[in-house]
């Protein structure tokens, strides 16, 4: 059974940085591409950054490039998104999602979501 | 960027009526090599996190129940709920993965009239 578990989440300031983690298992985590999307309070869903399955492409949302990195450790199944300079407007439940494949298509998984607030 | 709009932003439905909603791209999202619209439609219900429905525009993910349809090509897509149910009241995103960055619709409410 597939599954995926963020942590990380939680309040920080303005300009701060968090660092949030997604457990998978289940799979072949190295053979599928993973995904963050996030959804801000009363929003929609947003794509924010994905990376393909060997780790060695990376792709970001222009609202967090600069700002956001993610990367993989594929020996120990985790998806990890670094984000610094954060902002009110980066306030979302962020979801890590497992790709349909090693390249960048559908999510077919999703975590439960870890819920970062940004708030003086 | 491709933009994803969505139509209607809400829609009440009676239960057992049929439920249509539109997705339109700026730009086809139909890859020619392979003939398939990278298209797909995820369903987000409070508390639960996104569910995809169909993917490749028109493909039906093992497990979601033949009610939901997904139909259109190019630039234009619909996704079908041919007899609303009380457990299929949710917000539904259509989401481009032709090319990055990924995007999706604003999003369409639907309810039980």
């Known amino acids: 059974e597939v599954q995926l578990l963020e942590s990380g989440g939680g309040l920080v300031q303005p300009g701060g940085s968090l660092r949030l983690s997604c457990a998978a298992s289940?799979?072949?985590?190295?053979?599928?591409?993973m995904s963050w999307v996030r959804q801000a309070p009363g929003k929609g869903l947003e794509w924010v950054s994905a990376?393909?399955?060997?780790?060695?492409?990376?792709y970001y949302a222009d609202s967090v490039k600069g700002r956001f990195t993610v990367s993989r450790d594929n020996s120990k199944n985790t998806l990890s998104l670094q984000m610094n300079s954060l902002r009110a407007e980066d306030t979302a439940m962020y979801y890590c999602?497992?790709?349909?494949?090693?390249?960048?298509?559908?999510?077919?998984?999703w975590g439960q979501g870890t819920q970062v607030t940004v708030s003086s | 960027d491709i933009v994803m709009t969505q139509s209607p932003d809400s829609l009440a439905v009676s239960l057992g009526e049929r439920a249509t909603i539109n997705c339109k791209s700026s730009q086809s999202v139909l890859y020619s090599s392979n003939n398939k619209n990278y298209l797909a439609w995820y369903q987000l219900k409070p508390g639960q996190p996104p569910k995809v429905l169909i993917y490749w525009a028109s493909t039906r993910e093992s497990g979601v129940p033949d009610r939901f349809s997904g139909s259109g090509s190019g630039t234009d897509f619909t996704l079908t709920i041919s007899s609303l149910q009380a457990e299929d009241v949710a917000v539904y995103f259509c989401q481009q993965f032709y090319s990055t960055p990924l995007t999706f619709g604003g999003g369409t409410k639907v309810e039980i009239k």
């Open positions: 289940g799979f072949s985590f190295s053979s599928y591409a």
């Open positions: 990376i393909s399955g060997g780790g060695e492409s990376t």
């Open positions: 999602a497992k790709d349909y494949s090693t390249g960048l298509y559908y999510s077919d998984y």
